[in-house]
């Protein structure tokens, strides 16, 4: 499936099919709400750019970093993928992929109302992976050799967001240390905006390759075939899934943008600038590694770590407090969620 003509023609004849991609659309359009805002908030909030604009950036440079990063490495893609099996039946595999996939569209919405950042990365995965258990009713179903890759992510992507984020933090103050506060202001201002901009390419990167996947997933699985070993992701889905990310930040954005930017720590430019640079980077060194991790929790540890640079008490530990509980809840709760919708789905449409 190259031409978006072939594709086309596949979702017309086949409205499980059309269904499955309409909800993974949804969970790009969630995702532009929910996680992509994160790439942007500190650009934002220490008034670098305009909504708009920072909006408009953040759209261009998802797509380069889902182009770029999957001629480069797809891997990611496969991960999740691969993760869970739903057996072999066309017709009651894209149920359940479906019914994971509306799951992870009400878990996001639910979160994005209370304006906390929660990792649509991890929703995806257990979506996945609770949908898959209720249909064949054990653990067979699961991966465990990709699936250890997300734990693995986690807490990789934790350590390396706090650390690099004090580290880069801490470097940048003993540089400018004897600088003249005020001439500072325009380089990191510059400076902020190219964080922002590798904060949005390395999203693009990790997330973009994920809901890729999936709907590339959805195609094969209503043909009855298995994932070729090598994914080709076609240009006009980047581009497809880039549009739609853009659309959901645009509509949404801004309950997270106030939560990662301004709540969780008060920032200056060089600190925002120090958070973009420290989150892109744990998230290129974990897309090198293969490994499917969230941005929201690579970006908001680096801002701890910033804050922590100061102060530990700069950081608000309120807000904190909130965001990881719904990490922590995320896996359980998505998961019996795509559990209970997937019985539904099955009762419903079989």
Not at 64 to 75: C, D, K, R, S, W
Request: proline share 3%; net charge positive; charged share 10%.
């Amino acid at each position: 499936m190259n031409s978006f003509s072939e594709f086309r023609s596949l979702i017309t004849a086949n409205p499980l099919l059309f269904i499955a991609v309409t909800l993974t659309l949804g969970v790009i359009l969630v995702n532009g709400w929910t996680d992509a805002p994160n790439a942007i908030a500190t650009c934002v909030t220490t008034r670098c750019m305009t909504p708009g604009a920072a909006i408009l950036m953040a759209a261009v440079f998802n797509f380069l970093g889902v182009f770029i990063m999957t001629l480069v490495n797809a891997t990611v893609a496969e991960t999740i993928t691969k993760m869970v099996d739903f057996g072999t039946n066309p017709k009651i595999a894209i149920i359940t992929l479906s019914a994971a996939l509306f799951a992870i569209v009400l878990w996001a919405v639910l979160a994005w109302l209370f304006g906390i950042p929660t990792s649509e990365s991890h929703a995806l995965i257990a979506g996945l992976t609770g949908s898959a258990i209720a249909l064949h009713g054990n653990l067979s179903c699961v991966n465990g050799s990709e699936w250890i890759k997300v734990v693995y992510g986690i807490g990789i992507s934790v350590l390396l967001g706090f650390g690099l984020g004090w580290l880069v933090c801490k470097t940048v103050t003993v540089i400018f240390q004897n600088a003249n506060r005020p001439k500072t202001e325009p380089f990191f201002r510059g400076a902020q905006i190219v964080g922002a901009a590798s904060m949005a390419f390395m999203h693009g990167a990790q997330d973009g390759q994920k809901f890729m996947g999936v709907i590339l997933l959805c195609v094969y699985m209503s043909q009855g075939q298995s994932l070729p070993e090598n994914i080709q992701i076609p240009l006009w889905l980047m581009a497809v899934c880039s549009v739609v990310m853009a659309l959901g930040t645009a509509m949404g954005g801004k309950k997270i943008i106030k939560s990662v930017g301004m709540d969780m720590v008060k920032l200056e430019k060089y600190q925002g600038f120090s958070a973009d640079i420290a989150a892109a980077l744990a998230l290129l060194i974990c897309s090198v590694f293969s490994l499917p991790v969230s941005t929201t929790h690579s970006k908001t540890t680096s801002i701890m770590g910033v804050g922590a640079v100061r102060r530990v008490s700069a950081i608000n530990f309120s807000v904190v407090k909130e965001m990881v509980l719904t990490w922590v809840l995320t896996f359980p709760g998505c998961g019996l969620v795509g559990f209970l919708m997937t019985k539904l789905f099955i009762l419903i449409f079989t």
